[in-house]
C-alpha cells in the first residue's frame, strides 16, 4: 500500500493550540505510529475481523493536507459574528449568565445553596449562587437556570419565588423588561402577571403591580449584569432569531460561505483534504429537532461532490454530539451544560448519527475519515462512556466502509495523553486525536517570538516524542505575540513546520476562513504568510 501501509494500525492526531496574544491559527496533526514487522516464519492464524487489512480510500495519499472548514456547518460566533447581528436582543442568547442586583435594597438575588431551595435577595456580593444562566423563550421571555440545575420559579402561593423545579413550565417562565433609556435597568414579570420584588425581610416575591418611573426607590426594578462569555454556538443562533428567521439566514450562510470556489482554491495551494465540522441534527434533515433547521445535509452533499471533482479527500468530523460533550459553543451547548453519555440512550443516539454519516457517504471516493467526535472533556466524559461509544461507532464505520480511517478524539483533561492508545490498538484504521491548548496559560502572554519558537522546538517536540517515536506528528501551533511583524509570523510557522513536518498520517489547519485574519487559511496563504505547495 506505499505511504497507506499503516492503514491497519493506530494511527495519532494531535493538534496544539498555543496563544499569547494576536491568534494565528493551527493545525490539527495526525500521524501513523508505526509497528516493527516480527520475521515471518509460518504463516500466522487468520486475524480477528477488526485487524484485517482495509482497502485504503481512492484518495489523497498519506500524509494528508487537510484544512478544517469551521464555521459552515456548526455555527461559531468568533469565526463569523455578523450571523447574530439580527438576532433581536441578542446579548440575552441561550446560556448568558446574568445576575440581578435590587437597585433598593443593594442586595442580589440568589439561589440558596445552589439552588433546590428558597430563593432569596440577602447578599451584597455576588458569586455561583448569584449567578443564572438563561434558557431564551423568545427575546424577551426567559427560564433561569441555577448552578445546581434547577429553574427559578413560582412557589404554590403567595408568588413566593422558589428554584426547585427540575425542568421548566409555565410558573418557570419570567419576562424581563429593560428600561427604555438603561438595558441593563430590569423589572422581571413572573407567570401569574405580577412583577418580581426584594422585600425587607430578603424574600423574593412576585406580587409588585405598580407602574415604575426605573428609580432607585422602586423595589421591583434590578440591575442586572451579564458574567462570563456568551455563547454564540448553533443553538444560540437557531432559538435566538426563532425558526422561521433562523433558517433563511442559515441557509444563506450555507450556500455562501463555502462554495465550489474553495475547493478549487484549497486544492490549488497544495492542500488534499477537508475536515468538516458537523452537528448531530445532520441526521434528522430536512426536519431536525427544534430549535435547529433543516439544510445542512444538502451543503454536505455539495462538498462532497466538490471533493471528487477536486479529488480532496474528506474528513466528516462530528463536532457536536448530542447532549454536548463539552460546554462549549461548538458543541451546540444551550447553557454551557455537559451531559453527552451520561445515558445508554444518548450513546445510542450518538451511534446512530455516525450510522447515517457513514452510510449516506460511503460509495464516494473522498470519503477519508470519520471522526467519531470532537474534545470530548474529562471528567463528566467518562473513559468508560467514550471506549463504548467508539468501539461502537467504529463498528458502525465498518459496517458501510472497510477504508475510511475512523478518528477518537482524546479526552481533554484527562491529563493522560496515551490513554486511548491500548484501546486504538486493536481497531484497524483507528486515530487518535489529542489536543493540547496553551492559550489558558499565562505563561504565554509575556512570550517573545523567539521564546515561542524555543518552546516549540524543545517542550512541544519532547511531549510529542513521548507519544510518538517515530515520525512525530506535524502540528502548526496557534500563537499571539504583541506587535508580531508578518516576518515574525513566517518565523514561526517555519520553525513548526520543521520540528512536526515528519506527520506519517498528515495535518488539518484551523480554518478556512475567519473573520480574525491570522486564524484564516485563505488569508494567510493570499498575503503570503504560509505556502503549503511543494
Known sequence: ????????????????????????????????????????????????????????????????????????LVTEGWILPPLFSGIPNKDLLDGTQVQFKSALRKTYITADQGGGGAVLANRTQASDWE?????????????????????????????????????PTL?????????????????IKAANGYFVQAIATGEVIADYGEPTRWSDWDASV??????????????????????????????????????????????????????????????????????????????????????????LG???????????????????????????????????????VIEFLASRYATSPSLFAVELMNEPLAPRATLDSLTRYYRDGYDAVRRHSPAAYVVMSNRLSSGNATELLQFAGGLRGAVIDVHYYTMFNSMFSNFTVQQNIDFVRTNFSGELAAITTQNGPLTFVEWKVPNATKEEYQKYAAAQMSVYGQATFGWSYWTVKNANNHWDLEWMIKNGYISLKG
Not at 62 to 70: D, K, T
Not at 141 to 161: C, K, L, M, Q, Y
Not at 254 to 263: A, C, Q
Request: aromatic letters at 10%; a positive charge.
Open 171 to 187: 410558573p418557570e417562565t419570567f419576562q424581563i423588561v429593560r428600561c427604555p433609556f438603561d438595558k441593563d435597568r430590569v423589572r
Open 222 to 311: 434590578f440591575l442586572m449584569t451579564k458574567v462570563g462569555q456568551q455563547l454564540q454556538g448553533e443553538y444560540q443562533l437557531c432559538n435566538g432569531y426563532g425558526t422561521d428567521k433562523a433558517t433563511p439566514v442559515l441557509r444563506d450562510h450555507w450556500n455562501t460561505y463555502i462554495v465550489e470556489d474553495d475547493f478549487k482554491f484549497i486544492a490549488s495551494s497544495g492542500l488534499t483534504a477537508v475536515r468538516i465540522p458537523v452537528g448531530w441534527w445532520i441526521a434528522s434533515d430536512p426536519d431536525p429537532p427544534a430549535p435547529y433547521v433543516g439544510g445542512s445535509l444538502q451543503a454536505l452533499d455539495n462538498a462532497f461532490k466538490w471533493a471528487e471533482k477536486y479529488k
Open 314 to 352: 474528506v474528513i466528516i468530523d462530528l463536532h457536536a454530539a448530542p447532549g454536548s460533550q463539552n460546554p462549549w459553543e461548538h458543541s451546540s451547548s444551550r447553557d454551557g451544560t455537559q451531559e453527552w453519555g451520561t445515558t445508554d440512550a444518548n450513546i445510542a443516539q450518538t451511534v446512530q
Open 131 to 167: 449567578t443564572f444562566k438563561l434558557w431564551r423563550i423568545n427575546e424577551t421571555t426567559f427560564n433561569f437556570r441555577t448552578p445546581g440545575g434547577e429553574f427559578v420559579g413560582i412557589g404554590a402561593s403567595d408568588g413566593i419565588i422558589v428554584a426547585t423545579a427540575t425542568a
Open 1 to 72: 500500500m506505499g505511504c497507506r501501509g499503516g492503514v491497519g494500525l493506530p494511527l495519532l492526531v494531535r493538534r496544539l493550540c498555543f496563544a499569547v496574544l494576536l491568534c494565528a491559527p493551527c493545525l490539527c496533526s495526525l500521524s501513523v505510529a508505526k509497528r516493527t514487522p516480527r520475521p515471518a516464519v509460518k504463516p500466522p492464524p487468520p486475524p480477528p475481523p477488526s485487524q484485517v487489512p482495509a482497502p485504503a480510500p481512492a484518495y489523497p495519499a498519506l500524509p494528508v493536507r487537510a484544512v478544517c472548514l469551521g464555521g459552515w
